[in-house]
């Protein structure tokens, strides 16, 4: 039984006890309530950041936003990553021009707490705070290395950047982030991200339950008392 299940349905136990035991039943029944309300409104927001809710306006972010979601990833790639100051830098530094030093001297694990570290600068850092934070964007860390090595790749085994100049080696990067990311869809997007945050998500719909629950019960007890 998840998390979020177990919570409804403890909360409604609480509202039907409330009809068995008259002497207390103003005080379970409030606890009971509010302890629903809260996990089922927290359980909605989680299914609207997913799924789009017909007459809910801002329901189905997720799948809605994907092309800023695609463009906020090349964005960050190419901006962050590959700026023309940094490929000049390797060139100028290397005794040669060659894709694969260019590879080896990138460090893939900097450049993934680098992206890490834009998104939470970014407007998206509430958002990601509230899922969980840095933990949530964990299961990311090999799946985004593996793509930044393909594309050094893709690179190497169809160009020799000896004779490339710099603004052609970045409009190469595009291109290829570019098609990369084509291969993306609204649903792709909505499954990554919820694989990655779903369990963690449980949790507001818990703390929804025993918040509510503890609010509804202090209410009913000071009315009582």
Request: overall charge negative; cysteine-free; proline content about 3%.
């Amino acid at each position: 039984m998840n998390k979020t299940l177990l919570t409804n349905v403890l909360s409604s136990l609480l509202i039907l006890s409330s009809f068995f035991i008259p002497s207390y039943q103003g005080v379970v029944l409030s606890t009971g309530l509010f302890a629903f309300s809260g996990g089922v409104t927290n359980w909605l927001a989680i299914h609207m950041l997913f799924e789009r809710v017909p007459f809910l306006y801002g329901s189905g972010v997720i799948p809605t936003r994907f092309e800023e979601f695609k463009s906020g990833i090349k964005t960050l790639i190419v901006n962050e990553f590959f700026t023309k100051e940094n490929i000049q830098r390797f060139f100028d530094e290397s005794k040669t021009s060659s894709l694969e030093n260019l590879a080896g001297s990138i460090d893939f694990e900097r450049v993934f707490l680098g992206l890490i570290e834009a998104i939470e600068t970014s407007s998206m850092g509430g958002m990601l705070k509230m899922m969980g934070g840095k933990k949530a964007l964990e299961p990311l860390r090999e799946p985004i290395i593996d793509k930044l090595k393909i594309i050094i790749s893709e690179m190497k085994a169809d160009h020799d950047l000896a004779d490339i100049a710099v603004h052609e080696v970045r409009e190469k990067i595009e291109a290829i982030i570019d098609r990369r990311l084509e291969e993306l869809t609204p649903e792709t997007v909505k499954t990554i991200i919820e694989t990655m945050i779903r369990k963690h998500l449980g949790w507001l719909v818990v703390w929804g339950g025993v918040f509510g629950g503890l609010i509804g019960f202090l209410v009913s007890v000071s009315n009582w008392v």
